[in-house]
Structures are given as C-alpha cells and as structure tokens.
C-alpha cells in the first residue's frame, strides 16, 4: 500500500555533503515513524537516524552533529542531510517507514536503497 523511493546517492569526497530523499507513494492512514538505516558490504545492518510523526529525531552516535533528518508530512517524504562526510559512511542507505494501513494493520515498508560512496 506504501512504497518508498530513495534519490540522491552518488559518489562524494571526504568532508562532503549529500542529501538523500525518499519518496512515499500510495496510500495510508498515516505515516508513523520514519528511518534511514545504511549497510556496508560485509558489515550488519544499523539504523542512522528516525524521526516519529510528530519531529522527534534520534542519531546513531557514529552521525550526530553530521546528520539531520527531517520529514514533510504533506508530501510524506523523509530526507537525510548528510555533511563531513567519512569513507566510514559509505554504504547503502534505506528507508524505512511504519505505517498504519486503511485497514488498521501497522506495516513496514523498505525503498530499494541508493549507494553513497565517500572517496577521494
């Protein structure tokens, strides 16, 4: 019922900026919490950052002060603007959402994932 669609990855040197987006399509009753989570190839998944429906944010201690989450609930988007950037902060990057369906069921929906590269 909710799709997500992740844009802006790409390839950045060290001390860079990229700002991710992702893109809500379909319908809901609501949009709950929603989260960037990343993944390094032979490293475990982790969450980077959420932010619930009302704009309360939460960071991993490896991105606080370089990260910023932030939604739009009228476009129900959810963007990651990610400054300093480290080679430690390549990975595929995910959005996540929870959200509650017309039939009452909260479900989870995952977007494809966008690749950041930080590179000299």
């Known amino acids: 019922q909710v799709q997500l669609k992740e844009s802006g990855g790409g390839l950045v040197q060290p001390g860079g900026s990229l700002r991710l987006s992702c893109a809500s399509s379909g319908v809901a009753y609501s949009i709950d919490d929603m989260r960037w989570y990343r993944q390094a190839p032979g490293k475990q998944r982790e969450l980077v950052a959420s932010?619930?429906?009302?704009?309360?944010?939460s960071y991993a201690d490896s991105v606080k002060g370089r990260f910023t989450i932030s939604r739009d609930s009228a476009k129900i988007t959810v963007s990651l603007q990610m400054n300093s950037l480290k080679p430690d902060d390549t990975a595929v990057y995910y959005c996540?959402?929870?959200?509650?369906?017309?039939?009452?069921?909260?479900?989870?929906?995952w977007g494809q994932g966008t690749q950041v590269t930080v590179s000299s």
């Open positions: 996540n959402a929870d959200y509650m369906a017309l039939g009452g069921k909260t479900l989870v929906s």
């Open positions: 932010i619930t429906s009302g704009g309360i944010a």
